[in-house]
C-alpha cells in the first residue's frame, strides 16, 4: 500500500485484506463511505443525516488515533 494511492494508516493497518479485497485487487473503492456508510448512518453525535454532512469523511474524521 505504501506504493499505492491509498496508504494504510491507524486502524486500516490491522484490517484484514479480505475485508477491503474481497472481490479483488482492481476496482476496490477508495471512499471512506463505500466501506463505512453504515457507520455514517448510525452516526448520531453528530446525527450526519439529520445534519446534512458531506460522505467526504476525511474533511472531519482522520485515521490518526487519537483524533476528536
Do not use: R
Not at 494508516?9 to 471512506?32: R, V
Amino acid at each position: 500500500h505504501t506504493m499505492t494511492v491509498f496508504p494504510l494508516t491507524g486502524a486500516h493497518l490491522d484490517t484484514d485484506c479480505m475485508q477491503c479485497h474481497a472481490g479483488g485487487f482492481e476496482n476496490t473503492p477508495t471512499s471512506c463511505v463505500s466501506c463505512h456508510n453504515n457507520d455514517f448512518m448510525a452516526s448520531a453525535n453528530p446525527n450526519h443525516q439529520q445534519l446534512n454532512l458531506t460522505t467526504d469523511c476525511i474533511l472531519c474524521h482522520s485515521t490518526v488515533a487519537g483524533w476528536s
